[in-house]
């Protein structure tokens, strides 16, 4: 802890000083008077105020955060002695202090206690704002010498990086990856294999289980059936979020419901089993590929953290997703669908055979109001254009749909999957 | 931050009225003038946040109270008053500035620099009764210039250690 001099103490030393000297200057012993009193303040101020040594620490602070929930860590300071009122910064990012157990919350951000002994432990709950990146610390902590003649300061050395993920929405109802790949999961695959669904019965032979000889139909036709059954694997799923909105304007709400969407799809298809992998787009391009686990997932979600409204290089950016996103994956694309060359991304993913659908978020709602014919007319062409990209994709077979601000996530994944089915009935 | 202006406010209103305490029309405009100069580099200091504003304006006080002894006026407000006025406006800008920093308690702080001033203004009545009793005013001076130098020395050389500079 280091102490500096404080104002009030080079205000009383110098004035006291001053007036000593006057006092010589006129030969009168009020200024003495009046200087000796502030330098016995100051004198009487030092003498009391020596600054210990201390160390300030924070423990259990955890590494992630879901978005919304309170988190608790431990703040531990010791002091050699002791100290009056102190001040504790927390130095909060992204996140508001909500409550504090063992001390007295001052402002958003930090803590005051009434006097520390050998050791102070403060029990801190703050609550992660947004998603993103946050952070505890350093920790500052500020106290006064008992007369307040010098500011003692202590500063903590680390920071504490937290990553706050969004709040994951629960979706009942997903769409299905067509192919499978080779791994368990919970998907049906189409071919045969050894699974619990039924598929077909077929003749024995050599090298077949026994144990899936199916005796009923045997007995009526005197030779060795067996059930062909069908394996549960898991798919892979690629998602794309597409960020190319102007920073610093309505539409960056946009990437924030992109975000919320992709995270809620990661778990919910974590949960499955299936295998997830990523793709922003901003100004750069990055991908994760597909894999499985909590660790896995985690990847995907800090990618997911660190997207930010910018423009795309669209010939990079094809290039990487078609690579990122091959067979036999299924590809979600989230998009506002500002741009054409994003309906050019999705084309190239279809030549290539891959199953694309698209989440295409409903850009309008989120524009401010067009003031003037000009403008009304600028608006309205725009739109209508946007309306032909949905519309080409649309009739090319990718299943499109738009998602409104108002409806919960499950909504746009129904009716994709309706559109699928419709067009595979069609098909 | 509003408790850190509330603070600075108060402390110029207390700046102003210990300035005009003395009537100009008594022949003690210098004196004034001294007192006014104080609280504009009060005002000045706690405006662009330059601590020496306190200072200076803490030396203007004690500077008119030298000068306003030398003229043939009633030394107005009393001397333990002074004092008090000077430790309280001291003590308002230092919360101020300490307010703006960092959080704080206004309520304590301010409390703190009201005892802190009213022991000042004890002692320095204690002071006056014990010059009042001595008729030996010219040792008694003396005196104190010896000791604010021994003590300046002091001072000194005690931060100069705290610093660390020292080595």
Redesign the interface.
Known sequence: M??Q????L??????????????????????????????????VG?VGGA?PSSELSVLDVPTTAVEGRPLDFLVWIAVEGSIG?A?V?LGLVGLDLVDVVGARK??RS?F?LMSIGALAEVTVKVEPVGWGRASVGPL?L?A?SP??M??LRLQGSTRHDIVTLPEEATLRKLMSPIETNLHVGDLISTHRGPGSEFAELRPFRHGDDPRSVNWRVSSRHEALWVNERHPEKNGDVMLVVDSQVEAGTELQSLVDRSVRLAASLARAYSKRHNRIGIVTLDGLCRWVYPGMGEHHRRRVLEQLMSVMPGEVIWEAAERAVVRAARRPSMVLVITPLMDPSMAGLIHALKRAGVDVSVIALDVESVLPLAAGQARLLGRRIWAMERERLCDRLSGEGIPIVSWRSIDPPDVPLAQLETWRGRWRRLG | MASARLSALAAVAIGVWLAVALPVSQGAGIVTLIGLSGVALLALGLTFGLHGGVTAAAVAFVTRSAVATTMSVEVHPPLWAQVLLIVLMVELASASFALRSRPGDPILIVARGLTTALVAAVLAQVLVLLVEGVEARGTLVSLAGVTAGVLAAGWVTRVWHRSGLSG
Request: charged share 15%; no cysteine; hydrophobic share 50%.
């Open positions: 280091t102490g001099p404080s104002p009030r080079r205000a009383y030393v110098t004035a006291g000083v001053v007036g000593l000297i006057a006092a010589l200057a006129v030969g009168e012993p009020s200024p003495a008077l009046i200087g000796a009193v502030l330098l016995t303040l100051a004198i030092i600054a009122r001040y910064d001052v402002g930090a005051s500052e500020h006064e007369l307040g010098l500011d």
